[in-house]
């Protein structure tokens, strides 16, 4: 695993500890409520989560899932933390 997969990995499991849905970790994100997820309420929340995170660590992690870089994070581009996208597996493939 290189050293953004070892970030995301670890973002991912902490997340799952607190969190059952991935809608629900979206929500709590998206402070403000307007379906996107800026820089500053992904911060705060890394913050809060006690994700002992770098400064370059999290915009490391934001870029990454800011795949269409347009500076905030949505909810289709935050599914790219779950464990069947990150890993490619098809949840409908037995």
Known sequence: MDRQELLVEKFWQKLTLKFKKIADMF????????????????????????????????????????NEKKGAIGYHEFMRISDEKRLGIDPFVN
């Open 27 to 66: 929500r709590f994100f998206d402070r403000n409520f307007d379906n996107s997820i800026s820089f500053k309420e992904f911060r705060v929340v890394c913050e809060e989560l006690d994700l002992r995170f770098t400064e370059n660590q999290l915009k490391d992690l934001f870029d990454w899932i800011d």
